[in-house]
């Protein structure tokens, strides 16, 4: 089975989209190559990788969540923000990755997945720290890591300096989850939003993100200080939905590919009662 599918964005960045619809990206300098994000842990990432570059590869992880981290133990240098250690270790178990997969996939795909594919659970990997105003060097690249909490404790966004792109995540995207015990309260998360934004303001004319698109408009941020505002004044729109046992509301009506229907980029999926701290 094909687990990944890879496009060239430009000359040092390369797109690699998982079966189930993450998005991971490989940002190759002179000297070094960087992944962000691992997906599930499944179908032998590193030997994709390793076709795609030869030079000195670190791993750089936006969150913990099971979608994101799970493959890192396949690496020898990962970075992840260690606020997101628990989180990581409660979904590296097997029966919780390929019931994320079944979710997502046609029951004939999902057959097809075999068990030798999976990186075995390895709840003791060893993460190297990956802390706020870190830069990474790849020689003539440079990826400034910046802490953006909310959708989870540990959530990280990271700026690709020289060309102008902000790799946001699940941090900041069309159908951001702030509905699970490890994300912060709306309130908080827009507070966390507008000291981001002031942080890269000027420094970046493109937004990438982890789900459906690659790219969305570089006004995400903005827009969701904005949504923020309008969940705690009462004037959303609240569509049900349900996720693995949870429920929430979408903040703004969407189509079936999370696309809200104002036409406007950034949403949010949260609880009523997890509004303000």
């Not at 981001?196 to 408009?217: A, N, P, Q």
């Amino acid at each position: 089975m094909e687990y990944y599918s890879t496009e060239k964005i430009n000359d040092h960045i390369t797109l690699l989209r998982s079966i189930t619809g993450e998005l991971l990206y490989l940002v190759e300098g002179q000297e070094k190559a960087a992944l962000i994000d691992t997906c599930l842990g499944v179908g032998h990432l590193r030997s994709l990788v390793e076709k795609l570059t030869d030079k000195e590869l670190l791993v750089l992880l936006t969150h913990g969540h099971i979608d994101h981290a799970l493959g890192a133990p396949e690496f020898d240098r990962v970075y992840m923000n260690h606020k997101d250690l628990g989180l990581y270790q409660a979904q590296c178990p097997l029966p919780e990755r390929k019931g994320y997969m079944q979710m997502g996939l046609a029951p004939e795909v999902f057959a097809g997945i075999e068990e030798k594919d999976f990186v075995p659970p390895t709840p003791d990997y060893q993460f190297l720290p990956l802390e706020d105003g870190m830069i990474f060097d790849l020689g003539g690249l440079t990826i400034e890591a910046i802490a953006y909490p909310g959708h989870t404790k540990g959530s990280t966004a990271f700026l690709l300096k020289e060309d102008g792109i902000l790799i946001l995540g699940d941090a900041c995207n069309n159908s951001t989850f702030l509905f699970g015990a490890e994300t912060t309260s709306v309130e908080a998360y827009e507070e966390t939003t507008k000291k981001v934004l002031e942080r890269t303001k000027g420094r970046y004319s493109r937004v990438f993100i982890s789900h459906h698109d690659m790219e969305t408009g570089a006004e995400i941020m903005e827009n969701m200080i904005e949504l923020c505002e309008e969940i705690k004044a009462g004037t959303t729109d609240d569509v049900p939905f349900s996720f693995m046992g949870m429920e929430a509301f979408i903040a703004k009506k969407v189509t079936p590919q999370m696309k809200r229907l104002d036409g406007k980029c950034g949403n949010l999926i949260y609880r009523k009662d997890h509004i303000y701290e």
